[in-house]
């Protein structure tokens, strides 16, 4: 079946550095992807939708300016998290649909800032 | 906003079988429907989608009625490694996945 991989599985970094999040499809194209982001206990929520060749469009309350996000490839997407605070450490998640009904999720980047 | 509901929790033993039922009370007619398993800090994994009636793979069946408005995922002779949360959505043109807080299924020995 169609694979998603992200990189790293997770990560640590200090307050107020960047951490760049990789989303890659490995065995078909995608021109759009997702990112969501998981806390404690709780569901996906997503937070925004990334074009192929184009700007990201997020969901409302999602700062776009913190969350980077590049798609300059069929096959990869970045989510960069700015200036990173302690409120950021959550579970990162990409997800691609393979353009029928599937969508496949990667298997998350845990982010943890001190 | 979530568009599905379902029940928050289901506890069960290892070997029997476990239905867990999905509200799909404004569903698009274009949408499928599809169920998810996410085990702690991993990505949700597809299990199976189905448009209407009865869809059958190696590792669930999904039970869908004529009218879509509920979805039933029923894991035959379940083990304790199926404990996980399990999620129903609904999948549109657009791709985008609105997740519920999905069901917890703890299988005990």
């Not at chain 1, 640590?12 to 997702?34: H, N, P, W, Y």
């Not at chain 2, 928050?8 to 079988?17: L, P, T």
């Amino acid at each position: 079946g169609a694979v998603v991989s992200q990189h790293p599985s997770w990560v640590i970094c200090k307050s107020g550095t960047s951490v760049k999040i990789e989303c890659r499809s490995l065995d078909f194209q995608a021109t759009t992807m997702f990112w969501y982001r998981q806390f404690p206990k709780q569901s996906l929520m997503l937070m925004a939708t990334s074009n192929e060749g184009s700007k990201a469009t997020y969901e409302q309350g999602v700062e776009k300016d913190k969350f980077l996000i590049n798609h300059a490839s069929l096959t990869l997407s970045t989510l960069t998290v700015t200036s990173a605070h302690p409120e950021d450490s959550s579970f990162y998640i990409c997800s691609a649909p393979t353009g029928t009904t599937e969508a496949f999720f990667g298997q998350g980047t845990r982010l943890t800032v001190v | 906003l979530a568009k599905t509901t379902q029940p928050i929790s289901m506890d069960s033993y290892e070997g029997q079988e476990v239905n867990i039922t999905c509200s799909h009370n404004n569903i698009a007619t274009n949408d499928y429907i599809t169920w998810y398993q996410q085990f702690p800090s991993q990505g949700p994994r597809f299990i199976i989608q189905g448009y209407k009636t009865k869809v059958t793979n190696e590792v669930a069946s999904l039970f869908i009625p004529a009218d879509r408005k509920s979805s039933t995922l029923s894991l035959p002779r379940v083990s304790l490694s199926d404990t996980a949360v399990y999620y129903c959505l609904e999948f549109s043109n657009d791709y985008k996945l609105s997740f519920g807080a999905g069901t917890t299924v703890t299988v005990r020995a």
